[in-house]
Nanobody, 122 residues
């Protein structure tokens, strides 16, 4: 059974950092692109970052560029999202997702994790 598990969320003050992890099982991890998404209460899910199956290509939404970095370790079946300079508006549930194709739209992704809460408070 294909599964993604996010971890690393929590409470952090503005300006702080967190590193989210997304660990896969039950499918051939290095065949899949991985995306990070988030959803805040009352808002639509939005794409943050995506990385190709081999890690050579990645891109980030404009509103997180320079603050968030996506990376992957295929030997560990894990993708990371390093988040720096966090702001209160980054508060959301963060999800990772996998798809055979590299894309930035949530509806393109087939496998989803359960999410991890990130709360930025002052």
């Amino acid at each position: 059974q294909a599964q993604l598990v996010e971890s690393g969320g929590g409470l952090v003050q503005p300006g702080g950092s967190l590193r989210l992890s997304c660990t896969a099982s039950g499918f051939t991890f290095d065949h899949y692109a991985i995306g990070w998404f988030r959803q805040a209460p009352g808002k639509e899910r939005e794409a943050l970052s995506v990385i190709s199956r081999d890690g050579r290509m990645s891109e980030h939404a404009d509103f997180v560029k320079g603050r968030f970095t996506i990376s992957r370790d295929n030997a560990k079946n894990t993708v990371y999202l390093q988040m720096n300079s966090l702001k209160p508006e980054d508060t959301a549930v963060y999800y990772c997702a996998a798809d055979l194709h590299y894309g930035t739209y949530a509806h393109e992704y087939d496998i989803w994790g359960q999410g991890t809460q990130v709360t930025v408070y002052s």
